[in-house]
Each structure stands twice: as structure tokens, then as C-alpha cells.
């Protein structure tokens, strides 16, 4: 199949504290993208990665696009309560997006 | 501009009945998609269209039709609805694929009983 893994699972962090997560993959991909999900809503585009090695950012969220093309992370910085919500990467291809499992965020204040 | 527009937001229906999840979009975008989203599982696709008149299978299409008459409207049926279809569905569009991202409509939670 599809299949992005993506870890943690799940997070439980202090308000304030920064935070990483990634998604891998066993097959070479030419687009990453990572996309939030707030409770009761569909998902949002947050940053999306078009070559190896490429880092962005979009305020206090930076994502890099790794060099072997197998695999991205997104940090976020100095979280705050909002960031709760589900983080997923996703993949393009075949005329298609395809998601990895997700990584639940849960901000503690 | 709406954007993605699903209806209904919420449905229960019993097993064995036929329903039609609405989704329209007013970007003039030429892809859509159906995804239903269960606990632990992600996204996952159902079905796509690349432009009027094309649809193609995803991941998930067993229990599922789609259609696209028009580049605004993909409406996703459901011939007989089981117990397993249970879950959060979402409609997404995008202008191209690939490098623009897709835009999420927010959702329809279907219980089947």
C-alpha cells in the first residue's frame, strides 16, 4: 500500500516546550506535506516540501524534506494551546494524497 | 468563496440503507477526493476524480460509488450501509495534485446501526 509511519503516536507536552515528529517511508517520494487536524474539522495544509534536504518554515513550524527522500519532520516551537490537534504527513503521487497514521498533540498548560 | 462544502454533518442510518454524502466545491478545482478517517487509522482514500466525468478507485472502495457530472460536485454513495462504514468522512479538492496541497471540507459523521 500507501503506507507512511509516522511516530509518536501520540504526545503529551508542557505549554512552552518545543516538539518534533516525523514520518517515514520504505519508498522514495518527490512531495511531503504536513497537514493539522483540529478537533471536529478537516484537515489544514501547514507546510508542504518539494526537494531533499529543503527546510521551511511557517511561524513557530519548521519542516524538513530528508535527503534520502524517504522521510520528513515538522518541530514546533514554544507550543501553545492551540497547537492541539492531530498532525498528519502526506504524501503525493498517482494523481493522488496519502496520509500517514498521524501523530495526536495534546498541549498541557 | 466556500471553499469545501460537505452535507449532512451528521447521519444514522441502519444497516442496509442507501444514503448520498454531498460535497461541492466552488474553487473551480479539477481533482477531488473521498476519504473516511477511523481511530488509529488515518486518512484513507476511497475514491478520486481528476476532472469531469473521470473517477478512479482508491484505497477503501468496496461499498462505494461516486460520480462527477460536474467539476463543482463529487457525491459519494453508499448502496447498502453496514456497521463497518461507521466513521468520519471528508471530501477534499485541489486545482492540481501533487504540488498544491488539497482543501478539506469538515467533515460528515455517519454512524451506522
Known amino acids: 500500500g500507501q503506507q507512511l509511519n509516522q511516530s509518536p503516536q501520540s504526545m503529551f507536552i508542557q505549554e512552552g516546550e518545543d516538539v518534533s515528529m516525523n514520518c517515514t517511508s520504505s519508498?522514495?517520494?518527490?512531495?511531503w506535506l504536513w497537514y493539522k487536524q483540529d478537533p471536529g474539522e478537516g484537515p489544514v495544509l501547514l507546510i508542504a516540501?518539494?526537494?531533499?534536504?529543503e527546510l521551511t518554515s511557517n511561524g513557530r513550524l519548521t519542516a524538513q524534506f530528508g535527503i534520502t527522500r524517504k522521510d520528513s519532520f515538522l518541530n514546533i516551537s514554544a507550543s501553545i494551546p492551540s497547537d492541539v490537534g492531530i498532525y498528519f504527513c502526506?504524501?503525493?503521487?498517482?494523481?493522488?494524497?496519502?496520509f500517514g497514521t498521524g501523530t495526536r498533540l495534546t498541549v498541557i498548560p | 468563496n466556500a471553499g469545501v462544502t460537505q452535507t449532512p454533518k451528521f447521519q444514522v442510518l441502519k444497516t442496509g440503507q442507501s444514503m448520498t454524502l454531498q460535497c461541492a466545491q466552488d474553487?473551480?478545482?479539477?481533482?477531488m477526493s473521498w476519504y473516511r478517517q477511523d481511530p488509529g487509522m488515518g486518512l484513507r482514500l476511497i475514491h478520486y476524480?481528476?476532472?469531469?466525468?473521470?473517477?478512479d478507485q482508491g484505497e477503501v472502495p468496496n461499498g462505494y460509488n461516486v460520480s462527477r457530472s460536474t467539476t463543482e460536485d463529487f457525491p459519494l454513495r453508499l448502496l447498502s450501509a453496514a456497521p463497518s462504514q461507521t466513521s468520519v468522512y471528508f471530501c477534499?479538492?485541489?486545482?492540481?495534485?501533487?504540488?498544491?496541497?488539497?482543501?478539506f471540507g469538515s467533515g460528515t459523521r455517519l454512524t451506522v446501526v
Open positions: 502526506g504524501r503525493t503521487g498517482a494523481n493522488n494524497l496519502f
Open positions: 477534499a479538492s485541489s486545482y492540481h495534485n501533487s504540488n498544491y496541497g488539497y482543501t
Open positions: 474553487m473551480n478545482h479539477e481533482y
Open positions: 516540501l518539494y526537494k531533499a534536504g
Open positions: 476524480s481528476v476532472g469531469a466525468g473521470i473517477t
Open positions: 519508498s522514495i517520494f518527490n512531495t
